[in-house]
């Protein structure tokens, strides 16, 4: 007969789906781990696929959110840990799923390891609301008001049912621009993906960038569990050929999230930005949390590039 501490012990999985916001949202606030990812909508579509499933997992007494990627490769991800010290997660896991490759992704603890390949760093960007959606900073301000003299027509406004099409549309056309640009195929599929899980939520906002009853840019964000005064900017985009359109579009995002008494934003990883990139000439009005992933079990005949380590949304 299996005593309570072995049931402790084992392993139980339990379904993470779409309308599980409630039940997951005090899981993920209990990581103190602020980032895009411990917001349950980009959790959701951002990492639900049809190779994927998402599972809140309990073990000896403790839970843990787990990412079961790629079911031919058994990839397993163990997010958002306080601490590394899960020996009898990983031998749950191993005993249950019998992956070739487990990491944790999203840790606040630097882990200590001789191989540097087995570890990453992600850099979450925090800015300040106010600063931004007031023009503060005065390159900002300068780059803004350029675009407004330019273009006065355009508008930034919160996406209507209407504006799908468009959406769509303006997808698509990003993808390939970007595709075209880079040799390589570059999905949007999360964002499509997030349009149409969350589009009429009440509490998240798509906001489009309209010229001419053409969409050129497109943006959201939504509440963070953990602090009512921060919001998170799930994604910014925007069509090429209007000279300072992606900071006309952030600080439009940003004006309204102030709008809707918002002191904070998080805008994401910058770990893999240069530093003349558009994301970075906000460093300066925010600061940002440093946050790591391990690789724990690596199958010896498994081969993995780069970035795979980190780039457990991929």
């Not at 005090?26 to 895009?36: A, D, E, F, Q, R």
């Not at 992956?99 to 992704?105: F, G, L, M, R, T």
């Not at 390949?117 to 600063?131: C, F, G, Q």
């Amino acid at each position: 007969m299996e005593t309570e501490a072995a049931k402790e012990k084992t392993l139980s999985l339990q379904e993470i789906g779409l309308h599980d916001r409630q039940r997951i949202n005090p899981v993920l606030t209990s990581t103190g781990i602020v980032s895009n990812f411990t917001c349950f909508e980009q959790l959701y579509a951002y990492l639900w696929k049809p190779a994927n499933h998402l599972f809140l997992a309990s073990c000896d007494g403790k839970q843990r959110i787990l990412l079961y990627r790629n079911s031919n490769l058994k990839d397993i991800r163990i997010l958002f840990s306080q601490d590394q010290d899960d020996s009898d997660f990983i031998q749950g896991i191993k005993g249950y799923f019998n992956p070739k490759y487990i990491a944790y992704n999203l840790i606040s603890e630097k882990p200590s390891v001789s191989d540097p390949s087995k570890t990453a760093v992600r850099d979450e960007l925090i800015i300040d609301v106010p600063t931004i959606a007031n023009l503060d900073d005065s390159k900002l301000g300068k780059d803004y008001r350029y675009f407004k003299k330019n273009h006065p027509g355009i508008q930034y406004r919160q996406a209507k049912q209407d504006d799908k099409h468009g959406i769509y549309d303006f997808l698509n056309r990003w993808s390939q621009r970007e595709s075209d640009k880079r040799g390589s195929r570059v999905s949007v599929d999360n964002v499509k993906r997030y349009v149409d899980l969350f589009f009429d939520s009440g509490d998240i906002e798509i906001g489009v960038v309209i010229d001419d009853g053409k969409v050129i840019g497109l943006t959201a964000f939504s509440p963070h569990p953990s602090d009512t005064s921060l919001a998170v900017s799930t994604f910014s985009m925007v069509d090429r050929g209007y000279k300072q359109l992606g900071v006309f579009t952030k600080v439009e995002q940003v004006r309204s999230m102030q709008q809707k008494s918002y002191t904070k934003a998080v805008i994401g990883g910058t770990e893999s930005e240069d530093k003349t990139s558009f994301k970075m000439r906000f460093m300066k009005n925010g600061n940002k949390n440093t946050y790591y992933s391990l690789e724990v079990y690596r199958d010896p005949s498994l081969s993995v590039s780069p970035n795979y380590l980190r780039d457990f949304w991929a």
